[in-house]
């Protein structure tokens, strides 16, 4: 089940938890949040997660959990990223295992530098602890990995790999660009500290901002979406379609498959909708219910 969590550890969606009981929302922040510096607004929100194609798949019969990421940071501080998901995963044979997913990481405002921790619980027994370090060399041609943790291991990578967030804010500027796609390699810090993944993202026709959402009173399954962007305060915003496919680029093979596939709605203000986790025999989906907008000392970076 290790491969069922690589896509996590991608920095592409921004995830998060209520602050109080009655739902209260803040608006996204005004200004610097609508600009190319400050796409990614810092935040916090949860997705519920679930079997996608419950009729198609004989290796896992049910999934049942929910994922929380904050993300904060500006490109003065850097960006910290903590995950955690939790699900409940059910066999083809009905055996069930309480998986327990956490992510700590920290990225260079200049995406110089990318710090992780990851731990993996299976049935509250701690299976998996990797600690590790990325950096580039002062000419930025090599990217030297140092893992600490489970074992020492170094690693020398192509200087032009990106990390999570720098990942994340070039698909942004690329959509907003009006490219319809993006093909770079990433680091993640997935796979025991070395994941590296050679990515294609597809970039769907832009998506206009819903004008009276609020005012929506139908009960479609359009109509029923739409009101609950407009709770979650992302109705106001403009979006994007995308799909992204991650290869194992230690994989030789011509006609090679991806190691698996996201596909999301991705707002103008980094928060993504309609996630969609393809691992080829199964598929988790993940419905956006919860967001909060972190408050945050304003950047003087120009």
């Not at 731990?119 to 509250?124: A, D, L, P």
């Not at 990942?167 to 590296?196: I, K, M, P, T």
Request: glycine share 8%.
């Amino acid at each position: 089940m290790k491969k069922l969590f690589l896509g996590l550890f991608a920095g592409l969606f921004i995830w998060g938890l209520f602050a109080n009981a009655h739902r209260a929302f803040a608006l996204p922040p005004k200004g610097k949040a609508a600009s190319l510096k400050r796409i990614m607004v810092p935040h916090r929100a949860v997705y519920d997660l679930s079997l996608a194609n419950k009729h198609q798949t004989l290796s896992v019969s049910a999934i049942t959990g929910r994922l929380v990421f904050e993300f904060t940071g500006s490109p003065c501080t850097g960006y910290t990223q903590n995950m955690r998901m939790v699900t409940r995963i059910i066999d083809g044979k009905g055996q069930p295992t309480l998986l327990d997913v956490r992510s700590d990481s920290w990225e260079g405002g200049k995406h110089q530098k990318f710090r992780f921790v990851s731990r993996q619980f299976s049935n509250k027994k701690l299976q998996e602890y990797v600690v590790g370090l990325a950096k580039r060399d002062r000419k930025k041609s090599k990217l030297q990995v140092q893992i600490k943790n489970p074992d020492m291991v170094k690693l020398e990578l192509p200087g032009d790999v990106l990390f999570p967030v720098q990942h994340s804010l070039a698909l942004q500027r690329a959509a907003r660009e009006g490219q319809n796609h993006l093909d770079v390699r990433v680091y993640d810090g997935s796979e025991q500290g070395q994941g590296f993944y050679k990515t294609y993202s597809f970039i769907g026709r832009k998506l206009p901002a819903l004008k009276k959402a609020g005012a929506i009173k139908e009960k479609t399954r359009k109509a029923i979406k739409n009101k609950r962007l407009a709770v979650v305060g992302l109705s106001g915003l403009a979006s994007w379609p995308v799909a992204v496919s991650y290869f194992d680029i230690t994989d030789k093979n011509d006609d090679k498959t991806p190691v698996y596939e996201l596909s999301f709605r991705m707002f103008e203000n980094g928060v993504s909708s309609s996630m969609l986790m393809n691992y080829g025999h199964f598929a988790i989906s993940g419905r956006l219910g919860q967001v909060k907008y972190l408050r945050e000392k304003p950047c003087d970076q120009k």
